[in-house]
């Protein structure tokens, strides 16, 4: 007789999820032309995903919160350089998401280039570049997006 599966409680599953981890470096952001401070910057590396996923967090007055996300899987190589127009076959996916008061949304990063300079595991260290444009908001206007990243977890 077989014994039945436990299952899970809520903090239980938190546990089975790698946790993101306060990063340090630089992230250098312009949006549409203008400079961006991102405050706070987050690495994971799910080895059961099998990705490395960069989030960057800015608050204007704590009213509007931007974030860019940058998911890479973790066979990427040093100096590659990656066509984001093909993210259904890299598996590279950048986000850029507004949320405000009034209006809340998240976009692909679907056309540009993304180049990673550097890229180790362990304590996780990313560095690289990101010159792209993403798809169309809920106003129909599309961003432009230029970032230059050297962080380490």
Request: glycine share 6%; with cysteine; proline share 5%.
């Amino acid at each position: 007789m077989t014994v039945p599966a436990q299952q899970l409680s809520p903090e239980q599953k938190k546990l089975l999820y790698p946790k993101p981890l306060t990063a340090t470096g630089t992230f250098n952001a312009t949006i549409d032309a203008i400079s961006v401070p991102f405050q706070t910057l987050t690495l994971v590396h799910d080895r059961d995903a099998a990705i490395y996923r960069l989030v960057a967090r800015h608050a204007d007055h704590a009213v509007t919160v931007k974030k860019i996300t940058i998911e890479l899987p973790d066979i990427i190589r040093e100096a590659q350089v990656i066509d984001l127009s093909k993210w259904q076959s890299n598996k590279v996916n950048v986000w850029y998401a507004v949320k405000s008061p009034t209006i809340h949304y998240v976009v692909r990063c679907s056309t540009g280039t993304l180049i990673i300079n550097g890229l180790e595991g362990g304590i996780i260290k990313i560095s690289g570049t990101l010159d792209g444009t993403t798809d169309e908001d809920v106003n129909g206007n599309t961003h432009t997006l230029e970032v230059n990243f050297d962080v380490t977890s």
